[in-house]
Nanobody
């Protein structure tokens, strides 16, 4: 069974940092586009960041540019989301996702992803 497992969430004060990780259960994920999304209470799931299969290109939503960094290690089927200068509005459940393609188009659309993790809570206090 294909699985994506996130970890690294928690409670942090505004201005602090967290690093999320997402491990895939199969090596085939090394050829997939991977992404991070988040969902705050009462809001729709929104795109955060995406990365090509080889890490050569990344894409971020405007609100996290310059603060968050997505990266990956295909040898370990893992991606990360380094989150710095966190703000209370970053509070959400963060989900990692993967899509069965290496085409880097529509990466900000949740509907284009085929696999999802269970989510990890990030809470930023003011």
């Amino acid at each position: 069974q294909v699985q994506l497992v996130e970890s690294g969430g928690g409670l942090v004060q505004a201005g602090g940092s967290l690093r999320l990780s997402c491990a895939a259960s199969e090596r085939t994920f090394s050829s997939y586009v991977r992404g991070w999304f988040r969902q705050a209470p009462g809001k729709e799931r929104e795109f955060v960041a995406a990365i090509t299969w080889n890490g050569g290109s990344t894409y971020y939503t405007d609100s996290v540019k310059g603060r968050f960094t997505i990266s990956r290690d295909n040898a370990n089927n893992t991606i990360w989301l380094q989150m710095n200068s966190l703000k209370p509005e970053d509070t959400a459940v963060y989900y990692c996702a993967a899509r069965r393609t290496n085409y880097f188009v529509d990466v900000n659309s949740a509907r284009s992803y085929d696999y999802w993790g269970q989510g990890t809570q990030v809470t930023v206090s003011s």
